[in-house]
Nanobody
Framework: QVQLVESGGGLVQAGGSLRLSCAAS????????MGWYRQVPGKQRELVAG???????NYSDFVKGRFTISRDNAKNTVYLQMNSLKPEDSAVYYC???????????????WGQGTQVTVSS
């Protein structure tokens, strides 16, 4: 199995910064795309940013210029540096990973348990 464990959430004032981390562990041959999503109560989970194993990143418009996604392939870890945080960024942030567990196996998607980010005004 594969586990994704997030850390780094918390409470911060508007304009502040937080850095989220997500480490994947278990039986892993390779990880293609890793990403961050967020969800608030009553709304669908939405993509924040994603990054390929080669480091190609994409961002949703609402975080461009403020958030930066990065990854350490040797550690199977993805990061999300969040700057200039706004109250509307408050949400549960989830890590995702597209994992191939064996050389000839299929890829499957996995989710972390989520970490709460709260931005006060």
């Amino acid at each position: 199995q594969v586990q994704l464990v997030e850390s780094g959430g918390g409470l911060v004032q508007a304009g502040g910064s937080l850095r989220l981390s997500c480490a994947a562990s278990g039986t892993i041959f390779s990880i293609n795309v890793m990403g961050w999503y967020r969800q608030v109560p009553g709304k669908q989970r939405e993509l924040v940013a994603g990054i390929t194993s080669r480091g190609r990143a994409n961002y949703s418009d609402f975080v461009k210029g403020r958030f930066t996604i990065s990854r350490d392939n040797a550690k199977n870890t993805v990061y999300l540096q969040m700057n200039s945080l706004k109250p509307e960024d408050s949400a549960v942030y989830y890590c995702s990973a597209d994992v191939q567990q064996h050389a000839l196996g299929d890829r499957n998607g996995y989710w972390g348990q989520g970490t709460q980010v709260t931005v006060s005004s």
